[in-house]
């Protein structure tokens, strides 16, 4: 009874997601959860008849892509939270037909990397690696998995600096699924900000031309804008890097606090020798 | 912060070169060649009866972490030559473990009739004698009930040194136990009717040993009845229940009977939580550790989340919990280790980590434990992208773990995630490090993948990682050694920027296999930022030219390095001063002294006043004569 009730709002819920209807299906989803919640099925427990988990499953999936869409990170992430118990489900509990496993966790870790949390990138790509080896020598599915391979190429580049390839994958059509578009701005303002700092370190002048190409902007007029946000120089059609202006005073004000700290060492080892002695 | 470490091993050498690796190095080369090995291991099997100086309990936990790390290394395919070395260390440890046979008893029995009642002296002659015809059953026998005295002693005099003997013993005690031994001693030790003898015996399969052994006993000698009464009329304390529980355990692991030990296991823990005696504390601990040991072999292995693995956490935690009430730190610290290795078995890393920071892990734990908890600490923090604490944790497990060749694994397995992590520090590991005997042959991937790293090989390192895919997995540091791809482009380039003084962006990008120029540029951009290189780039012209490196003596770091040393030499000192045992009330016994010092001082000095008058008296005689 409350399963075809549940059924026919998914339905909806997936009309709505399809035309784009984002506040109508959010709408739709909080019923959803409250028939899920009836059913018992919204943590799986071991009385939870695979039929209910199938579709706990698929409305918080939906519920995390409609978040997504929403642009609402904290509520997708609740919804990746709470489909974690039911991921971990075996296979014999739960058949894996249906499941948007990888693309709901692709899209998390794509979440984490834009937010900068490569610690928890990474603790969440260790447990994928052992569940995968763990399933029984399935080992190349991860790594042909389209949608974990995303985030993971995109942190190798962004840790080896091949800011280029970032910027080829994350247009529209390299991105494997349409949510995934929606982290492109977050990942072109992140790299174009790690390009601007290298520049400032690497360069002494760089031609207002050739800076279109290297910080991926459209126009040289965007150009003039981001080098005034940043605060660098623009005079006779090249951006000088203010460099080095912070180097002469330091000096002298760093061998004082060294003087400070050798001294402090020397009367540390003084006293424990004391101690020892 | 890598620039540092880079320019201070490299130009910094005559003073860097002592640095950590090569400190470990300079240390655990002695003790870990096959022929010092041996003979400290004899000394360790002859001293283990004698005397408690050296650190506690070696050969138990050894054989303990060898069973728990030392899975993943004895099937890793470490083929030949690993393989003839455990059996040349199953031969040493044969030829040790004869010897010292007879010299153990010998010296057991010696201080057994030095310090214990006569009746024990008599009881173990008695048994020699018949020991001789029917050697090594009997020897078992004994040096089971041999324990049980200790254990007495311990609950009387509140002195856990002497269950910590007894535990040490169950390593020696361990290859020769048999269903037969320990229906014996159970038999012996208990009356018929009673439940823990029933549900021992029932785990080793001799569930009739009293109706047999019963009639065979009071068949044959009344002497020997008379006593085995005399001993069942005897309370019999829980510590000998749970050490003859322990000695199940032990046997059923080394039967591989996982499903009984397990069963086995949930009973004795059970029992063991209704008991509250602070004696029984390091054997707690020891039955804890088992009991985890049996579920984990269980199937389903553990990242499945139905693993029985994963359902003892609730126990475990409720060990943990009681055991931190009761200030039962041995109990606490193995308890603590086995929850962070249950948790890292299913990758649950969050959790591990929550419970490192909710917890206090004892410091009062053998130095094993701290070993084992050091090291899974040094995992978590490595995944979590902490390299310099995961070194630091990790520099300590190796150095703390066991010496013993039993102990192979575990010292294997923290050395193979600190190379790693030293790679990821931008750290080259020494040389030296792959060339120890135990390590040579299971470090050789890692030697190679050093090797690639060093001169910044992309092929090379990718092939690497290609070849020994299924040997990186199963030590779970597959994807940490993915990381290391862009170290390797780091070193590459740096190596560029050492050797040209200008070199084009195109050549850059040929040398490393890279795919584009544009690639090869922001890649160099990154490396000056990271502060990996000293140089800068010409877009115009597609260049990076190089900056003349400037005299490391002039800046900071040779201090730091130092001060850095010279706080670790100090550590070391406070460290080795606070692992000193000092004898309970010896201050007292000071205090006495001092008073009775004084007290004699004054009775001097009494005397010496008298003495005056009569030093005077004698000189007067002297100057009268």
Redesign the interface.
């Known amino acids: 009874m409350a399963e075809q009730e549940l059924s026919s709002l998914l339905k909806q819920i997936h009309q709505t997601v399809g035309s784009h209807d984002y506040e109508k299906s959010q709408t739709l989803l909080s019923k959803a959860k409250l028939a899920l919640l009836s059913l018992n099925a919204l943590v799986p427990s071991p009385t939870t008849s695979a039929s209910s988990l199938a579709l706990a499953r698929e409305t918080l999936e939906l519920g995390a892509i409609v978040s997504i869409r929403r642009q609402d990170p904290e509520s997708f992430t609740r919804y990746v939270q709470q489909l974690q118990p039911i991921y971990?489900?075996?296979s014999d509990v739960l058949s894996q037909e249906g499941s948007n496993q990888s693309r709901i966790t692709g899209l998390y870790l794509l979440l984490l990397l834009s937010q900068g949390d490569?610690?928890g990138f990474?603790?969440v790509?260790?447990?994928l690696?052992?569940?995968v080896?763990?399933n029984g020598g399935s080992?190349q599915s991860l790594e042909h998995d389209v949608f974990i391979q995303y985030p993971v190429k995109l942190e190798?580049w962004l840790?080896?600096?091949?800011?280029?390839?970032v910027w080829a994958a994350t247009k529209s059509e390299r991105v494997p699924s349409e949510e995934y578009g929606v982290f492109s701005d977050v990942l072109v303002g992140t790299i174009r900000s790690?390009?601007a700092?290298?520049?400032?370190?690497?360069?002494?002048s760089?031609?207002i031309s050739?800076a279109k190409n290297?910080f991926f902007l459209e126009s040289e007029g965007s150009v003039i804008d981001f080098a005034n946000a940043r605060g660098w120089i623009v005079q006779d059609g090249r951006i000088f890097f203010p460099l080095a202006a912070e180097q002469g005073p330091r000096n002298e004000k760093?061998i004082l606090a060294?003087s400070g700290t050798?001294i402090e060492?020397t009367l540390g080892?003084a006293r424990?020798l004391e101690m020892?002695v | 912060m890598v620039n540092t470490r880079r320019s201070n091993r490299d130009e910094s050498s005559p003073a860097a070169n002592g640095d950590s690796p090569s400190n470990t190095q300079d240390k655990s080369t002695p003790t870990r060649s096959p022929s010092t090995r041996s003979k400290t291991a004899a000394m360790k099997k002859g001293a283990s009866g004698q005397s408690d100086n050296g650190s506690p309990r070696p050969n138990g936990v050894g054989a303990g972490a060898k069973g728990s790390t030392q899975n993943e290394d004895v099937n890793m395919g470490d083929s030949a030559p690993n393989e003839q070395q455990k059996g040349k260390d199953g031969d040493e440890e044969m030829t040790v473990v004869v010897p010292p046979a007879k010299g153990s008893k010998l010296s057991e029995q010696g201080k057994d009739n030095g310090d214990d009642v006569a009746m024990e002296g008599a009881d173990e002659l008695d048994t020699e004698k018949s020991g001789e015809s029917e050697d090594p059953e009997a020897k078992t026998i004994l040096d089971i009930k041999n324990s049980f005295p200790l254990l007495e002693r311990a609950v009387a005099q509140f002195d856990s040194r002497f269950t910590l003997r007894v535990l040490r013993s169950i390593s020696s005690i361990r290859k020769r136990i048999s269903p037969d031994v320990l229906a014996k001693v159970i038999v012996e030790t208990y009356t018929s009717n009673h439940p823990t003898a029933k549900t021992l015996l029932a785990a080793v399969g001799k569930e009739d040993a009293f109706s047999g052994e019963q009639q065979v006993v009071e068949m044959e000698v009344d002497a020997e009845k008379g006593q085995s009464q005399a001993k069942s009329t005897k309370e019999i304390i829980p510590e000998i229940d749970i050490f003859l529980s322990i000695l199940v355990q032990v046997y059923l692991l080394d039967k591989k009977e996982f499903d009984l030990g397990a069963k086995f296991s949930n009973h004795l823990v059970d029992k063991l939580r209704t008991l509250n005696r602070r004696s029984l504390d390091s054997l707690s601990a020891r039955v804890y550790f088992y009991y985890s040991l049996f579920h984990e072999e269980l199937k389903p292995y553990p990242p499945s989340p139905l693993a029985p693995a994963i359902s003892i956490r609730q126990q475990l935690l409720a060990a943990l919990r009681t055991s931190v009430l009761r200030k039962d730190q041995d109990t606490q610290a193995t308890v603590t280790t086995l929850l962070l290795r249950n948790y890292l078995s299913a990758s649950h890393i969050s959790q591990a980590d929550l419970l490192v920071s909710q917890t206090q892990f004892p410091p009062a734990a053998s130095s094993n434990q701290v070993a084992r908890y050091l090291y899974y600490l040094g995992r978590i923090r490595a995944i979590q992208l902490s390299y310099t604490e995961a070194h630091e944790h990790l520099v300590g497990a190796s150095r703390k773990s066991p010496s013993s060749a039993t102990a192979a694994g575990f010292y294997q397995a923290s050395m193979k995630l600190l190379v790693i992590v030293e790679l990821l520090m931008g750290d080259i590991p020494d040389r030296a490090i792959f060339r120890q005997p135990s390590l040579e042959h299971a470090l050789q991937p890692y030697f190679l993948l050093v090797q690639a790293v060093r001169v910044g090989d992309l092929e090379g390192f990718l092939k690497v990682v290609q070849v020994h895919n299924s040997t990186f997995r199963r030590d779970g540091n597959y994807t940490l050694i993915l990381r290391l791809r862009q170290n390797v482009i780091k070193t590459g380039v740096r190596m560029m920027s050492l050797s040209y003084s200008r070199i084009s962006l195109r050549d850059i990008c040929l040398r490393l296999g890279l795919e584009s120029e544009e690639s090869a540029e922001y890649i160099v951009a990154k490396a000056i930022r990271d502060g990996v290189i000293e140089a800068t780039l010409d877009h115009e012209k597609g260049f990076m030219k190089s900056k003349d490196v400037g005299d490391v003596y002039a800046t900071r770091e040779p201090g730091e390095a130092f001060h850095e040393r010279i706080r670790a030499c100090l550590a070391l000192h406070d460290e080795s001063v606070k692992a000193m045992r000092f004898p309970m009330n010896q201050h007292r016994l000071e205090l006495k002294n001092a008073q009775e010092a004084r007290e004699r001082e004054r009775e001097l000095a009494k005397e010496i006043q008298e003495g005056d008058i009569d030093d005077d008296d004698a000189g007067g005689d002297f100057d009268g004569i």
């Open positions: 971990d489900l075996p490569y610690a990474h603790t790509l260790e447990s690696e052992t569940a080896v763990s080992q190798q840790m080896e600096g091949s800011y280029d390839r790690e390009i700092s290298c520049s400032e370190k690497a360069y002494p760089l031609p050739n290297l760093e060294t050798v060492n080892y424990e020892i």
